[in-house]
């Protein structure tokens, strides 16, 4: 990664996310950064020290080796037409726009383009991303290691077959509002029970924390974990059952089917 030339377009949430991350990760980079927002630039420009800010997208693509479009998916069509006669075969080209192909993107580059897709998700913000990463038809598997050792600065990564990238949507793209939907649950709950608020609030997030974390940690399955803290005829069995009444699990599988079902329905009309 330090030996290459970084461009993004679209100076926005998620390449600032980046573009923090890997600074973090691997100290001063060769770093390019377009968007029409002179503010978002100044912003990388005084935070993150980017010297190579601009206007210009066709700039950032002369100068990188790997483009990683960060811009909203219904303006990459534009984008790709914008700066194709400067993608040569020594430049990656990476999209991390929810639902668009790398077929589509290839459609709109010279053939044999390089493109790599990432599924990303907010915590990226926080440095704790989750990712699917899927390759084009040209990309190699050095692509599909630098872009994981991109992504990897903020977060996790797995590399899929882009005919699982829906789901991928479905489950960590989509996943974070099902996580606060259950925290802000848990801290009603508490509130019900006769906790603040705030204390509510806290607790519940970090619980979802801690238990998130002994999953990754300690590599144990989930439900060998429940069975750990699950006491005979004791408090934790109670709240169980009552949330297979509820048919907590079903649920949130049908929640992820749906999500899944609507981006593939996404991805086909944007085609
Ligand atoms: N945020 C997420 O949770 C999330 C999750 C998964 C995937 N993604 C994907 O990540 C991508 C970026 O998301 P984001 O949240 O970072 O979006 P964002 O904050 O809106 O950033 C996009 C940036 O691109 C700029 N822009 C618009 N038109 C441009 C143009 N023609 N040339 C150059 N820059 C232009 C926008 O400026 P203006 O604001 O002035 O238009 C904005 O600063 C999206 O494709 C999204 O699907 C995001």
Request: one cysteine or more; glycine letters at 10%; a negative charge.
């Given at each position: 990664m330090d030996n290459k030339k970084i461009g993004f377009i679209g100076a926005g949430n998620m390449a600032e996310a980046f573009v923090k991350g890997m600074l973090k990760a691997a100290g001063p980079l060769d770093l390019a950064v377009s968007d029409l927002n002179t503010n978002r630039l100044d912003v990388f420009r005084n935070q993150y020290g980017v010297e190579g800010v601009t206007k210009d997208n066709r700039k950032?693509?002369?100068?990188?080796?790997?483009?990683?479009?960060?811009?909203?998916?219904?303006i990459i069509p534009a984008i790709l037409d914008e700066v194709a006669d400067l993608v040569l075969e020594d430049k990656l080209i990476v999209s991390i726009a929810a639902g668009v192909t790398t077929a589509t993107i290839e459609k709109h580059l010279p053939d044999g383009t390089r493109v790599v897709r990432v599924m990303p998700n907010t915590p990226a913000l926080v440095g704790l991303g989750?990712?699917?990463?899927?390759?084009?038809?040209?990309?190699?598997?050095?692509?599909?290691?630098?872009?994981?050792?991109?992504?990897?600065?903020?977060?996790?990564?797995v590399v899929v077959g882009e005919d699982r990238m829906d789901a991928i949507t479905g489950l960590s793209g989509s996943g974070p509002a099902y996580v606060y939907t259950f925290i802000d649950a848990l801290a009603?709950?508490?509130?019900?029970?006769?906790l603040t608020r705030v204390n509510a609030t806290k607790l519940a997030a970090q619980t979802v924390l801690g238990a998130a974390v002994m999953v990754l940690e300690t590599g144990i399955h989930p439900m060998q974990l429940k069975d750990n803290v699950t006491t005979p005829a004791g408090t934790t069995i109670c709240a169980l059952h009552e949330l297979d009444k509820g048919a907590f699990k079903s649920t949130v599988m049908s929640a992820v089917e749906a999500a899944t079902k609507k981006a593939e329905k996404l991805g086909k009309s944007s085609k």
């Open positions: 950032v693509v002369e100068y990188a080796d790997v483009i990683i479009i960060a811009v909203k998916p219904q989750a990712f699917g990463i899927c390759k084009g038809n040209n990309a190699s598997s050095d692509d599909i290691e630098l872009v994981e050792t991109m992504m990897n600065t903020v977060g996790i990564s009603d709950a508490g509130v019900n029970m006769g």
